[in-house]
């Protein structure tokens, strides 16, 4: 409406700060609470390890604009700023999916019910999978368009970054099939445990990308939270592989594989019906349905032939779902 940036901050911190008064309201509503019962600190023992855990992410995940305003020129910035919507966004729209199964997976390791929890486990897996691959494919073919599109009339910086891209994506793709891992690490408690693969994702995400920004820009600092996240991946897969779920490693490994010749699938498809071309903005929407619709396929395909049964299981989950809310 014309109002200056300070005014349009002003309207979202508003409406974040209702959130949490709303919810103070309805617990002091809902629940009794007695205040003057003295802490039992041995049910939080672990509180700061975990407070390391969410530390080491938030490192992470600001390490990127924080190298490059100290090392490269404030433009870079603003072309990280952009691709960084689309991260933002996907990372958002993959959490959705698991948020809440902490607890889920929390009562069958204090009920020992390791079958139903090696079921579900992953049938969780191969559906955080089946979204990495389809969003991150699709995101990774079609946001270089979307970037030239969204910049048009921008002159003063080249905002068309392919491999910058690339790499970004491909990061968030393992950030994504390592939700399970980390919601299952922290639905047994096992922070103490894992510390030190947290530890080794922040030093290296500084390292390398320091190392690397001046000669490579962003290219640089984008390959140096890629191999900080592909470690804590790892690192997450082999503890689950050991400690709970045997084979978790080999079907990391399994997965990373599919999605890539997935995605180079569907860049070549891309490519032959050179849907590459110069577009407006209608045009680009139109496109990126073509390719989801593609992706879908492959994706679906490529279940099929690597996770059968589970596939099987997360759509009877999904159908059961939908019909009991039917019902209600």
């Known amino acids: 409406m014309g109002f200056g940036i300070h005014v349009v901050k002003l309207g979202s911190a508003f409406a974040y700060t209702l959130y949490p008064i709303i919810l103070h309201s309805y617990v002091r509503k809902r629940y009794k609470i007695d205040y003057t019962v003295k802490p039992d600190n041995l049910a939080i023992k672990q509180r700061w390890d975990a407070f390391f855990h969410q530390v080491a992410y938030f490192v992470t995940t600001n390490t990127d604009t924080i190298v490059l305003t100290v090392f490269a020129n404030i433009k870079e910035v603003y072309v990280y700023s952009v691709y960084n919507l689309v991260i933002v966004a996907i990372r958002k729209f993959s959490t959705s999916f698991t948020n809440g199964l902490e607890s889920a997976f929390g009562n069958m390791i204090a009920g020992e019910e390791k079958r139903l929890l090696r079921e579900n486990f992953m049938i969780v897996e191969t559906m955080t999978f089946a979204i990495g691959s389809f969003v991150c494919i699709v995101a990774g073919v079609m946001i270089v368009p979307f970037v030239n599109v969204y910049t048009k009339n921008v002159v003063d910086v080249q905002y068309s970054r392919p491999l910058f891209a690339t790499i970004m994506i491909a990061g968030q793709f393992l950030e994504t099939i390592r939700q399970p891992y980390q919601i299952l690490i922290q639905a047994a408690g096992k922070y103490k445990e894992t510390k030190r693969i947290v530890i080794f994702e922040p030093l290296i995400n500084i390292s390398i990308s320091i190392l690397l920004v001046i000669r490579f820009g962003l290219v640089g600092v984008a390959v140096g939270t890629f191999v900080s996240i592909l470690i804590r991946t790892f690192g997450f897969s082999s503890f689950i592989s050991e400690h709970f779920i045997e084979g978790t490693l080999k079907r990391?490994?399994?997965?990373?594989?599919?999605?890539?010749?997935?995605?180079?699938?569907?860049?070549?498809?891309?490519y032959l019906l050179k849907?590459?071309?110069?577009?407006?903005?209608?045009?680009?929407?139109?496109?990126?349905?073509?390719?989801?619709?593609?992706?879908?396929?492959?994706?679906f395909c490529s279940l099929t032939l690597l996770r059968r049964n589970e596939l099987i299981k997360l759509i009877s989950k999904i159908k059961t779902i939908i019909v009991g809310k039917k019902r209600g």
């Open 275 to 299: 849907l590459g071309t110069t577009m407006t903005f209608v045009a680009w929407v139109g496109h990126t349905l073509i390719v989801s619709a593609i992706t879908l396929i492959v994706v």
């Open 252 to 270: 990391t490994l399994q997965m990373i594989m599919m999605a890539v010749v997935d995605a180079v699938f569907v860049y070549i498809v891309y």
